[in-house]
T-cell receptor
Framework: AQRVTQPEKLLSVFKGAPVELKCNYS??????LFWYVQYSRQRLQLLLR??SRESIKGFTADLNKGETSFHLKKPFAQEEDSAMYYC????????????FGSGTRLLVRP | ETGVTQSPTHLIKTRGQQVTLRCSSQ?????VSWYQQALGQGPQFIFQ???????GRGNFPPRFSGLQFPNYSSELNVNALELDDSALYLC???????????FGQGTRLTVV
């Protein structure tokens, strides 16, 4: 079965420190991977998707098919990055449903 | 352009009752997906509607059902509510299947 694993429930870093939010997936086909973010009192929103290969708000994520990983990285964390981050997998069937991990809360301390 | 809106925001129901949650999709979007998010978990796919037809279903019992209307708004119905149905229910719409999903703010359902 397809699955997304985010091993850390909470990641706490100081402002200016590098950030890496881990995401591993299990899927034998060609996955589409996403990172969604939920800021306090806001709705869930797309941060980035692997096919676009963009850097959004300084975040990047590289799909590593060999390690089945899609880790989210930012070289210098900002306080406004504090939020809940969800990794998600799609493309497993015609619905393109999103299969989410359990999420990692990022806390950036001043 | 209005975003995805869900109603009600909060709801308290008694075990065994039935509930209907509503979702207005973003303008121009023909695909609506519903997710259940239990406390401390990521959203879990319930089902999807595409042009008024069900187009995929997650691992949820038949007492979870839905509809999509000609204007592409949608309803989620849950019969015979159980305590474990307490969760945040999220609706997401997209321009078509496989396109970016835009989420509503969710409906918090509490079953007592």
């Amino acid at each position: 079965a397809q699955r997304v694993t985010q091993p850390e429930k909470l990641l706490s870093v100081f402002k200016g420190a590098p950030v890496e939010l881990k995401c591993n997936y299990s899927y034998s086909g060609s996955p589409e991977l996403f990172w969604y973010v939920q800021y306090s009192r806001q709705r869930l929103q797309l941060l980035l998707r692997h096919i676009s290969r963009e850097s959004i708000k300084g975040f990047t994520a590289d799909l590593n098919k060999g390690e089945t990983s899609f880790h989210l990285k930012k070289p210098f964390a900002q306080e406004e990055d504090s939020a809940m981050y969800y990794c998600a997998l799609s493309g497993v069937d015609s619905s393109y449903k999103l299969i989410f991990g359990s999420g990692t809360r990022l806390l950036v301390r001043p | 352009e209005t975003g995805v809106t869900q109603s009600p925001t909060h709801l308290i129901k008694t075990r065994g009752q039935q509930v209907t949650l509503r979702c207005s999709s973003q303008s121009g979007h023909n695909t609506v997906s519903w997710y259940q998010q239990a406390l401390g978990q990521g959203p879990q796919f319930i089902f999807q509607y595409y042009r008024e037809e069900e187009n995929g279903r997650g691992n949820f019992p038949p007492r979870f059902s839905g509809l999509q209307f000609p204007n592409y708004s949608s309803e989620l119905n849950v019969n015979a509510l159980e305590l474990d149905d307490s969760a945040l229910y999220l609706c997401a719409s997209s321009w078509d299947r496989g396109f970016e999903a835009f989420f509503g703010q969710g409906t918090r359902l509490t079953v007592v």
